[in-house]
């Protein structure tokens, strides 16, 4: 562009040193020649050199608002995250897990009631000895329920534990080649849900262990109130029927 420039005013400057010598004519025959307007050529050649500016001016804009847009098409690009179902589908089966706690259950619904039933205390009336034999019997079972439920949910987190190693190599393979602002954030969303999800099925086997603790504690309180109310039966001399 610089190049075109100096061309165009060294051709004006040109036209002007030729014009003047056009101006003197040296004979009578020279005066019939054609008068050249060197000041209005060299005006006209400015004015199309300043025009070629604009021209390229308006080229280097256009330039810069396609790179503009290039790069806001880069930054909208999404990615893909088929490892969400792997990771809801893997939350579903800890939840169904813990719906199926027996015996006493993860429900406030009616809680008092079952723990009153299978663990009811200091018993108000003696119970006969079927009845002791059935009420121990029905504890055991609560007790071997819920160890069997802390179980199987502590199993089922151990297999998705095993599975969020693929999940975490693919969300980090999709981080690390992310283009764009939008495929950064998303990535980065993508390894916050695997986390919650780590998170939520680390409070459910901590909810079936502590489940499954509580029912064996209150089951050897149980077992103690009931040795105390036999021995008071025997020093009483009650006898068992």
């Known amino acids: 562009m ?4 100096s061309a165009l005013v060294f051709a004006a400057g040109t036209t002007l040193a030729l014009g003047a010598s056009f101006a003197m004519p040296a004979s009578p025959a020279a005066a019939q020649m054609p008068v050249v307007d060197t000041t209005n050529y060299a005006q006209n050649l400015l004015q199309a050199a300043r025009a070629l500016d604009q021209v390229n001016n308006q080229l280097r804009s256009l330039q810069n608002e396609a790179a503009m847009l290039q790069n806001m098409a880069t930054n909208l690009k999404t990615v893909d995250f088929p490892q969400l179902e792997q990771l809801t589908s893997a939350m579903s089966r800890i939840d169904q897990l813990m719906s199926e706690a027996q015996g006493i259950q993860f429900k406030v619904d009616g809680l008092d009631r079952q723990i009153s039933s299978v663990f009811p205390g200091e018993l108000r ?8 034999v059935a009420a121990a ?6 007790a071997t329920a819920s160890y069997r439920q802390a179980m199987t949910v502590q199993s089922q987190v151990a297999v998705n534990v095993g599975e969020d190693a693929g999940v975490l190599k693919d969300l980090a393979g999709r981080s690390q080649s992310a283009v764009g602002a939008l495929q950064v954030a998303q990535a980065a969303n993508q390894l916050l849900a695997l986390s919650v999800k780590q998170q939520l099925q680390l409070q459910s086997l901590m909810a079936s262990d502590y489940r499954e603790a509580a029912i064996e504690r209150a089951r050897r309180a149980q077992a103690e109130e009931d040795g105390q109310a036999m021995t008071r039966r025997f020093l009483d001399g009650a006898p068992d029927k």
Do not use: V
């Not at 009336?125 to 002791?132: K, M, R, S, V």
């Open 2 to 5: 610089k190049t075109i420039h």
């Open 125 to 132: 009336q003696a119970l006969t000895g079927n009845e002791q």
């Open 137 to 142: 019997r029905a504890r055991l079972d609560a």
